[in-house]
Every structure is written in C-alpha cells, then in structure tokens.
C-alpha cells in the first residue's frame, strides 16, 4: 500500500470516528446509550457515502468502490424484497391460496382465481433457464411477455404519436391575408402579427415535412430531396440545442438554489 | 417445436393485445388487465434469474480473485444482509434494520447520484462549447439563446433574445420534435409488427 | 330633557321601520314559494363505444334554471332499478348543464359499481334552494359494452394500411428485388468500433438502457446487440453487457450466444458477461460508470431507452477515452447523446439499424415500408394545408381518434 493511500485512509477512518462520537454525543431523543450509537453510526455512515460517490468527480478510489458496490447490491435486494411482498403477496396470493395468505398474514380474496394460476407457471418456466436442459421452455415465458407488449404498443402508437401528430400540422399558411402591407406591419417575434404567424405556421409545416425527409432511408440524399433533408438536420439540431440549453439551465436553477440556500439560510452571508 | 410455439405464443398474445385496443366492452378490458397484471408477475419470477446472475458473477469474482474481487464481498453483504431483513418473518419491510439500509444507505447514495448530474451537465456544457462542425454550431447556438433567455442568474434579460428564445421552442422545437415522434411511431408500429408475425425474433434466441 | 325625546322618538322610527322591512321580506319570500319547474325530456342512452358500465343522459333545461335568469342552481341526477323506486343520488351537476354521463366502475365489490346490462330508471331533481322539484322519470335504459369502438376507425385504416405496405415490401425484398440505402454514419462506424477495440484489446461496452422487455427501443436494441456480438466474436474481442432488467438480461443472454454460435465460436462466450446488475435507476449508473474506469472499454454502446442517467453514462465514457455510439427514441435525452457521444442514432434510426446491421431482405423491406408509411404522412399534411386553406373540414375529421 501506498505511503499516501494510508494516510488518506487513516484520515478517513479518524474522521469517521470523530463525527461517530459527535453525533452520538448531540444524538436527538434517544432512549439508551445503544440507541445513540446507532444514530451516531447510522449518520456518519450516510455522510460517508454521500462523499464516497461525490470522490468519484476526482478520480475512481476505493471509497468509491466500496460505495458503489454496497449500494448495486442494497438496491438489487430491495427491488427483488418490495416485488416479493407487493406483488406477491400483495396481488397474487390473496387470489390463488388461503394457506399462502395464512403464512403471510394477508386477507383472502374469497375466491381462487385460477387465471392466476397462470403467471406463476410461466415465472417457474422461465426459472427453467438455470437448468442446463430446460431453457428452450423458458422462451415461453418471454415470448408471452414480448408478444403482449408489442400487441399493446402497435395501435396505441399509431394513434397518440402518429396521427394526432398529422392532424396537428393541418395548418393554414395564409392566416387572414389582407394584403402586404398588413403583412409587413408588424415584424417582431414576440408580437402577434400576421407575419410571425404565417413564419410560424411554415416553420412547423416545412420542419415536420424536411424532418420525415431526413429520417428517409431508401432514397439517396442528393438534389432537392437532399437540400431538404439538410434542412431538416438544421432544424433537428436547433431543438437539440434549445432543449439542451434549456435542460442545463433547470439543472443550474436547482444547484442555485442549493448555494442560495446555504449562503442565505444557514451562513446568512448574502443577506444577511 | 422449440421456436415454433414460443412464435405461436408471441403471435397470439400479440394480436390479442393489439385487436383489444378496438374492443371497449368490459370483457376485452378484463383479460387486458389480467395480461397486465401477469406480466408483472412474471417480472417478480425474473428477478429471482437477476439475483442469480448477481450472485454468481460476484462469487466466480471472488473465487477467481480478480481485480477488485474484495469489493463484491461488500456486494453480497448488502444484497444478503437487505434480503434477509427484507423477506425475514420478523417484520419484513418494515423491520428495524430493513428501514435503516433504506433510510441510510439507500437515500443518501440515490440522492447524491442524482446530485453528481449538475457536474456532468457542467462538463457536457463545456463539451458543447468547442463545436467542431457546422451542425454542432448551429446547436450550439440555439443553446446558447435559450441559456441566456432562463439563466437563473439575471432573468430575462433584452426583449429581442427573450422573443427568439420563445419563439424556437413554440415552433422550431414543435417541428422537429414531431418529426421524430412520428418517425418513431412508424417505426414502433414496423418493430411490433414485426416480432407479431414472427420475422424479428433475435429476442428468442437459437436453438 | 329635549335631548332625550328626541332619541326616544328617533329609536321608535327606527324600530317601525326594522318591522315594516321584515313584513316586506315576509311578503317576498311567499311570492316565490312554489317550486321550480322541473327539466323536461330526460332521455338515457347506452354510452357508445364503452365498456357498458355508463349511461348517457341529456334533458332540456328548467325554465327556472340559473342560467336564465331563474332560481335553479343544480340538478341531482337519481337512479332506480324499478320505475317506482326507491332511488339513490348518482351525481350532481350545476346549472345550465344538459348532459351527463352516469359511469361507474365494473368491479363488482366496488363501491361505485355499475351493472352492465341491467335495466335502470333515471329521473332529475331541479334544485333551488330548499325548494325542489323533480322530472318525468325516464326507463327502462341498459349499459350495454361495445365489441368495437367506432371512434377509432381511422387507426384501424392506419394499422391496416401501413401493414399491408410493409408486407409488400418485405415479399418484394424477398423476391430478389434490390433495395438502396443510403448511409448511416453511426452504422458505419459499428465495425470501426470494434476493431478499434480488438486493436487495443479493450472489451466492448453494450448499455442496453433501462427499457424492458415491452419498449420496442428495447427490442432494436437487441437485434443491433446480436450483429455486434457476431462481429465481436469473429475478431475474438470481448463483450459486457450489464443489464437493468432481470428479463432484459436473460433475452440479452440468449441474443449473445446464440450470435457466438453462428460466428462459430461457441466456446468464447462467457455468461457472466451479460449480467445483471440492478435496477434501481441510479445504483445502475454508478456500477456502469465504475466498470467505464475500471475495465476501460474501448467502444461505448448505449441503445436503447434511457432516462436521467444518459448525460451521466456518457460523458464518463467520453472521459475515459472510448468511442461512444449512442442510440435512443427518448426524445429529450438524444440531445445529451449529441453532445456527449461520437455517433447518434436519432430516434427513428435506431429502429432502422437493425436492418442495416443485418441487410437481410426482409428488415431491408420494413425500412422501405416505413418510408412509404413518412411519404403519405407528407401527402396527407400536404392535403391537410390545403384543406385548411379552403375550408374543408370534412377531412380533418378524417383524422379524428375517439377516446
């Protein structure tokens, strides 16, 4: 071990110690000295965490690693826990068995549903896989779960990103025309003249059509079609960029706030 | 017939699920909600194949003593200790330590994940700053209105780049973005077409 | 002394007056004392296209309504099973309405269950103040639940339209036919990628994002995952691929495999290469951004769906120096991809990549249905804007979806 790496873990493990016995000592109603260093233990080793996954920003370290890997493996049991007792427990058993509600100490629907019999089948097929032999029967399970969502996806997309999409680009290109010198009367972005709304109504037409242009796969981009297609990339980056732009910003309001917060609130250095 | 029925299986529940769409009687929206239900019960099954995998690329780790192999001993720890105190008879979910592994191991690593996004959204920003093509810079430039338009820091600043900023996501923006949608919808529709009749079927696997 | 009479005569007028107030008021409140008119014509129909829980019903407005001047402020709408009762309130609606829909849920424990094909009575109850006064009653009516909805003819005609294109180009595909497409620059840089990475002799990355098994951005993603693993098993480099889903992850197993056995190389092909690792959004992160600095691939995959997380994914992936080739339908993350990767497969496009990767006539047919289906969506805006211009709204109506 490095000259360097142990000093830093040795500071860690000081560091951790000293915060330890202070929360401890400062630990809010508690009932047993136990207690206290449980809430001691328990807040440190959260503060510990949060620093260890902040680390990363500098470099990969084993404070880090030691984070990360008890955080994939907490995670990955609290996902199988809470499916096990909210869907198993929680919907399946009160429809398929008395006994199972009786050990587990959930309400019996009254009834056994034995179309729920069904999904518990095709969960132990598909647990078929980890015997050598058995994983062709396992595709059973999978091609019922892949068949029914994309049965369920093919309409349902049809209508909400697709013709809706159409209807809402059947927009008049000459709204109330009276003329060009009405046209040109008012030429802000902000107003709400004839112009910005003709510029507006085109832009969405020709950027949803140059955008399909774009996307077309069995024709060759040159000529017309490919001036097209070019602005049909432009306008595609320009919405990239706003909704980056815009996304950044959100990011940056919220970290703001943050600083505001301990500058303001808790250090009282801005206002004071 | 091992790819024959799974082809089968899929075909039927796929168009059932598809035709179900049309058919608004009470009947078709039970078995749409039974199918629902089961798929997430089935999904409950497959966790079961996760942790499998887990356990055994973190034990052959550790048995093969490969780099970092120490810290999947961390990895079983978490997972056994939350399993045991999560599925034990003594409390489950609600148990003592059950809620100690959520509250001070859980939150505070989730919390601060999502809190490293505002320094890789810094560090993408700045990538963004060196475009190196046309296209690149007319993002660049889109973005950089937008930014001025909702920084955080002054509010909006002169009526001609605040009108502009507007004005790109009230249509540029709707454009483009319908495009895609129904660029993607087509190609949705062609996918889940596609595995229903059978001609995509990597998902299956060989034989 | 003066004083005093004057306050005495002064308290005796006010009192008159405060009596002779409250006699009008009396007065008043007699006029109005007979109850409002009720509704008239309450009519109850089956609900169109519904799953036959719910009854429409319409009526035509008190004269008394508030709406017109009158005292009615709201209706109770009443329901029986038989004509002479007993009748309990379903709903209430304010003045002016003429319909409403009676639904309930078809859960029979339910409390707000509605028996589908039963006989109902309805009657209305016109409202003001204390006073009421209550409609004809109307009945027999049944809920009855439609085997098809005909608010959705128009998606029936899409579906069926663009299936039977794509079906005629997969059967020319297949007939030999050649079939051009033009160059996708993320597409071609797959092969540069991974030779990239057998030069170095550095693993490939694949991230098949947080999608399951249903998001058909999910599926494309696996069929693009079983070309790239052939072509990494013929170089002889190595593939991770740590999963988010548990049913993601055993499909991804078997689209490895069986894509080592066609390469002939079954004997490479490690299981613990397609795990799994969580799925828990952000865990998932931080265990794909270990394993970018640990194992230091040299080409980055991400295609799929992906959330939050992409901008964190990638732009430690660019840090650690991999050529990064990203794909996703999630349209506000392609942006960050943009940024932060080499190549970008735009929405779309990664549903078309399979059938680039694979040229196979039948993929290839798909790709050339999906253009016909973008060139009629063009034809059909193109008609739009001249309907508008002319005022035809007949076929904008054409596009109309039910609920």
Avoid at chain 1, 38 to 43: A, E, K, R, S, Y
Avoid at chain 1, 51 to 70: C, G, R, T, V, W
Avoid at chain 3, 201 to 223: E, N, W
């Amino acid at each position: 071990m490095r000259k360097s790496t142990m000093i830093v873990t040795l500071v860690v493990v000081l560091l951790f110690i000293a915060s330890w016995i202070f929360k401890t000592m400062t630990a809010p109603e508690v009932d047993s000295t136990f207690d206290a260093l449980t809430q001691g233990f328990l807040v440190t080793f959260a503060a510990f965490l949060t620093l260890a996954i902040m680390s990363f920003l500098y470099q990969d370290n084993p404070f880090y690693k030691f984070a990360e890997h008890l955080y994939v493996g907490v995670s990955a049991a609290y996902a199988m826990t809470l499916g096990f007792w909210s869907t198993l427990v929680g919907n399946l058993f009160p429809r398929v068995s008395e006994t199972l509600c009786g050990w587990f100490q959930v309400e019996f629907s009254g009834q056994h549903d034995w179309q729920f019999l069904i999904p518990p089948i095709l969960g132990i097929l598909l647990l078929m896989r980890l015997s050598p032999k058995g994983g062709w029967i396992s595709r059973w399970a999978l091609a019922f779960i892949v068949g029914t969502t994309a049965g369920l996806n093919l309409p349902r997309f049809l209508r909400s990103d697709f013709i809706e999409q159409i209807s809402g680009t059947f927009l008049p290109l000459l709204v109330d025309w009276e003329g060009f010198g009405h046209f040109f009367s008012n030429l802000s972005l902000s107003a709400s003249g004839q112009f910005v709304a003709i510029l507006s109504n085109f832009v969405i037409v020709s950027g949803v059509i140059c955008g399909l242009i774009y996307f077309f796969f069995s024709k060759e981009h040159k000529g017309a079609f490919g001036s097209a297609s070019r602005y049909g990339i432009w306008i595609l980056m320009i919405t990239f960029g706003a909704s980056f732009g815009y996304t950044v910003m959100g990011r940056i309001s919220l970290l703001v706030g943050r600083l505001t917060f301990l500058m303001d609130d808790w250090l009282g250095i801005i206002s004071g | 017939m091992k790819k024959e029925i799974p082809l089968f299986i899929v075909f039927i529940t796929g168009l059932f699920m598809a035709v179900q769409f049309f058919v608004p009687h009470a009947k078709s929206e039970w078995v749409y909600e039974y199918m629902l239900d089961w798929t997430i019960i089935i999904g409950v099954f497959a966790l079961a194949l996760g942790i499998w995998s887990f356990v055994r690329v973190a034990t052959n780790k550790i048995r093969r003593k490969s780099e970092n192999w120490q810290y999947s001993i961390v990895a079983l720890a978490g997972l056994f200790g939350m399993i045991i105190f999560g599925l034990g008879f003594w409390g489950g979910v609600e148990s003592y330590m059950f809620r100690n592994f959520f509250n001070f191991v859980m939150v505070p690593l989730h919390a601060t994940m999502f809190s490293l996004l505002a320094f890789f959204i810094a560090s993408a920003a700045f990538r963004a700053f060196r475009a190196h093509s046309l296209l690149a810079s007319v993002l660049l430039l889109s973005a950089i209105i937008i930014m001025i338009r909702f920084n955080p820091f002054l509010g909006p600043l002169s009526e001609p780049i605040d009108s502009l900023a507007s004005w790109i996501l009230n249509f540029p923006n709707m454009a483009a973005k319908r495009a895609i949608v129904i660029g993607i919808g087509l190609g949705m529709v062609a996918t889940a077409l596609k595995v229903i009749l059978g001609i995509e079927r990597t998902y299956l696997g060989g034989d | 002394m003066r004083m005093k009479l004057f306050l005495f005569v002064l308290l005796a007028l006010f009192m008159t007056a405060v009596v002779v107030a409250q006699e009008d008021t009396e007065i008043d409140s007699v006029v109005t004392v007979s109850p409002p008119a009720p509704v008239a014509n309450l009519v109850g129909v089956d609900t169109p296209n519904d799953n036959g829980h719910s009854i429409s019903l319409s009526w035509e407005l008190s004269p008394d309504d508030a709406t017109l001047g009158g005292t009615v402020t709201k209706y109770v709408i009443m329901r029986s099973e038989s004509a002479d009762g007993p009748f309990i309130v379903r709903d209430t609606v304010a003045a002016g309405m003429t319909k409403k829909a009676d639904n309930g849920v078809k859960e029979i424990e339910a409390e707000d269950y509605f028996a589908r094909n039963t006989d109902f009575y309805y009657k209305l109850v016109a409202l003001a103040g204390d006073l009421k006064s209550e409609s004809e009653v109307f009945g027999p009516v049944r809920g009855v639940g439609q085997w098809f909805n005909t608010g959705k003819w128009s998606v029936v005609a899409a579906v069926g339209l663009f299936t039977l294109v794509t079906l005629f180009f997969i059967r020319r595909a297949k007939s030999g036919a050649k079939l051009y497409i033009r160059p996708l620059a993320g597409i071609d840089a797959v092969d540069e990628a991974i030779g990239r990475a057998t030069e170095m002799g550095k693993p490939i990355l694949y991230v098949l994002g947080l999608g399951t098994a249903s998001d058909i951005a999910t599926i494309a993603s696996f069929t693009i995952l079983s070309r790239v693993a052939k072509k990494v098993a013929e170089y002889q480099t190595s593939i991770l691929v740590p999963c988010y889903d548990p049913i993601v992850m055993t499909i991804a197993q078997e689209t490895v495999k069986t894509s080592y056995y066609d390469a002939g190389r079954p004997d490479a092909y490690n299981e613990d290469d397609v795990f799994f690792v969580t799925n828990q959004q952000f865990a998932y992160v931080g265990a794909v951004n270990g394993l970018m600095i640990r194992e230091k691939p040299a080409t980055n995959f991400y295609l799929g769906k992906f959330y939050a997380e992409s901008l964190i994914m990638a732009e430690t992936g660019s840090a650690s120096g991999a050529i990064q080739i990203a794909g996703t339908d999630e349209v506000t993350q392609i942006p960050f991809f943009v940024v932060a990767c080499d190549y970008t497969l735009i929405g779309e496009e990664l549903y078309a990549a399979s059938a680039y990767l694979g040229r196979e006539p039948v993929l290839l047919g798909t790709l050339k249905g999906q253009d016909y289906g973008k060139a009629m969506v063009i034809a059909s805006i193109l008609i739009g804007i001249g309907a508008a211009l002319v005022g035809w709204t007949g076929y904008v109506d054409l596009f109309y979806v039910g609920p």
